[in-house]
């Protein structure tokens, strides 16, 4: 019965390199979301898709984030060119449905993402 | 802009004592609210949620919650706290009509002493 998996749980990369972040739902699972949380902060609604569709990506930064999430395989955050204020740690949550909003999400354990 | 406030950063309290950790929402129409705890270097885990009717929730591990829409508060509470409650918790906020995007107050930190 296993839980949202990401990974990797740690991520080092020097600044302007690629971050690739994953993330497989719960089976069964079909919604995805990613949130941010700075150091002493909440979580920031990043990005919210289902599969092969990007439903709702108002959190996103415009440039260097994106995010998919194929009909095979798990969803993927890709930070390009990072800079140091994308360290932070990052959470990817799934849901059964998401029609109407009383859909419990259930998160993973977080990729926190060190960018030196 | 819609916001949930967690005013306390942390709640101190002895073991087998009630605790309160206190949450206030600004978010459109009837939200949908919930509650998480964060353990260190672990993700968020589901305590439970209001949807709908009955103000008093009850969730996991002895937790309870008040809704409250007249002070748009949504206070967790449990009668006998535990070391082991020792964590992050998080309220959050879903406004309604819209996706499921969660709205999180920055979180307190409960520490509960022996």
């Known amino acids: 019965n296993a839980g949202v998996m990401q990974n990797p749980r740690h991520l080092v990369r020097r600044r302007g390199q690629e971050a690739r972040l994953r993330c497989s739902p719960m089976?069964?699972?079909?919604?995805v979301y990613w949130y941010r949380q700075l150091p002493e902060e909440g979580l920031k609604f990043m990005v919210y898709l289902q599969k092969e569709n990007i439903i709702d990506e108002s959190g996103m930064p415009k440039e260097r984030f994106s995010a998919e999430f194929p009909k095979e395989g798990p969803s993927i955050l890709r930070i390009q060119q990072v800079v140091r204020g994308d360290s932070a740690a990052y959470f990817c949550?799934?849901?059964?449905?998401?029609?109407?909003?009383?859909?419990?999400?259930?998160f993973g354990p977080g990729t926190r993402l060190l960018v030196l | 802009a819609q916001s949930v406030a967690q005013p306390e950063d942390q709640v101190n309290v002895a073991e087998g004592n009630p605790l309160t950790v206190k949450c206030t929402y600004s978010?459109?129409?009837?939200?949908?609210l919930f509650w998480y705890v964060q353990y260190p270097n672990r993700g968020l885990q589901f305590l439970l949620k209001y949807i709908t009717g009955d103000n008093l929730v009850k969730g996991s591990y002895g937790f309870e919650a008040e809704f409250n829409k007249s002070q748009t508060s949504f206070h967790l509470k449990k009668p006998s706290a535990l070391v082991s409650d020792s964590a992050l918790y998080f309220c959050?906020?879903?406004?309604?009509?819209?996706?499921?995007?969660?709205?999180f107050g920055a979180g307190t930190r409960l520490a509960v002493h022996p």
């Open positions: 949550a799934s849901s059964l449905t998401g029609s109407g909003t009383t859909e419990t999400q259930y």
């Open positions: 959050a906020a879903v406004p309604s009509g819209g996706y499921n995007k969660l709205i």
């Open positions: 089976k069964g699972h079909s919604h």
């Open positions: 978010v459109s129409g009837n939200p949908y």
